[in-house]
């Protein structure tokens, strides 16, 4: 019976910890501030040259790989729990951010992009904001 109930936590956790098709969706923060957005995406472990970063419209798509670095010939897996594939993750802003600079930096596992956007993007965002907040 123990063994039961640790196999089946075994199966369950297998089952959400990994995402169910080819690519993974990694976490992302996004910050409002006075002259645009900056986006935190976590990516430990991900080489920045295995990172792509697209603007389209409203969208901004960051994708790439995570490479298996340690494994060779000759090692075999215990235990798997770090997903190693595509990544992709896309991000929905209420205006378009096509014509936004971006500056990228990336340390302790997190891609952090600043975009600073055009006057009219920013001026139509914030008036959204404050009519939220009313």
Avoid at 15 to 27: E, F, I, K
Avoid at 78 to 86: F, G, H, P, V, W
Avoid at 94 to 117: F, K
């Amino acid at each position: 019976m123990p063994g039961e109930f640790f196999d089946r936590y075994q199966r369950a956790n297998r089952q959400t910890s990994r995402p169910s098709g080819r690519l993974w969706n990694p976490a992302a923060d996004v910050y409002r501030t006075h002259d645009g957005w900056i986006v935190k995406v976590d990516l430990a472990g991900i080489q920045t040259a295995d990172v792509e970063v697209v603007i389209d419209g409203p969208f901004l798509r960051v994708s790439g790989l995570r490479r298996d670095s340690v494994c060779g010939e000759g090692v075999s897996h215990y235990q798997l729990e770090i997903t190693y594939s595509r990544f992709e993750k896309v991000i929905q802003f209420p205006c378009s951010i096509e014509h936004a600079t971006v500056t990228r930096d990336y340390h302790d596992g997190l891609l952090i992009l600043q975009l600073r956007e055009e006057q009219e993007c920013a001026e139509e965002t914030r008036g959204r904001t404050r009519a939220a907040g009313k």
